[in-house]
Nanobody, 115 residues
Framework: QVQLVESGGGLVQAGGSLRISCAAS????????MDWYRQLPGQERELVAS??????YYDHSVKGRFTISRDMRKNTVDLQMNSLQPEDTAVYYC??????????WGQGTQVTVSS
């Protein structure tokens, strides 16, 4: 059974940094991509960053501030978040796609940025 477990969320002041991590277990053949989504209060979940075979993707709202990194051997993916702003406050979800195009989700981790 595949499981994704996030860690590293918390409270940070505006302008600060936070690193969140995701560890996957139970995968046999590896993921084609691993991603970070976030869900702001009252809004739909949105893709923040994704890393697969090519150049990592970033939403325009985080480009230049966030960096996604992946360790394929360990099946982990991190999101380094710099210059955080209150509008980045959200629940951040790790996700991953396997070779059958099945989409897995973590349970989410809360990131709160105070002004």
């Amino acid at each position: 059974q595949v499981q994704l477990v996030e860690s590293g969320g918390g409270l940070v002041q505006a302008g600060g940094s936070l690193r969140i991590s995701c560890a996957a277990s139970g995968i046999i053949f590896g993921f084609t991509s691993m991603d970070w989504y976030r869900q702001l209060p009252g809004q739909e979940r949105e893709l923040v960053a994704s890393v697969g075979a090519g150049t990592p993707y970033y939403d325009h709202s985080v480009k230049g501030r966030f960096t996604i990194s992946r360790d394929m051997r360990k099946n982990t993916v991190d999101l380094q978040m710099n210059s955080l702003q209150p509008e980045d406050t959200a629940v951040y979800y790790c996700s991953a796609w396997d070779r059958s195009n099945y989409h897995y989700w973590g349970q989410g981790t809360q990131v709160t940025v105070s002004s």
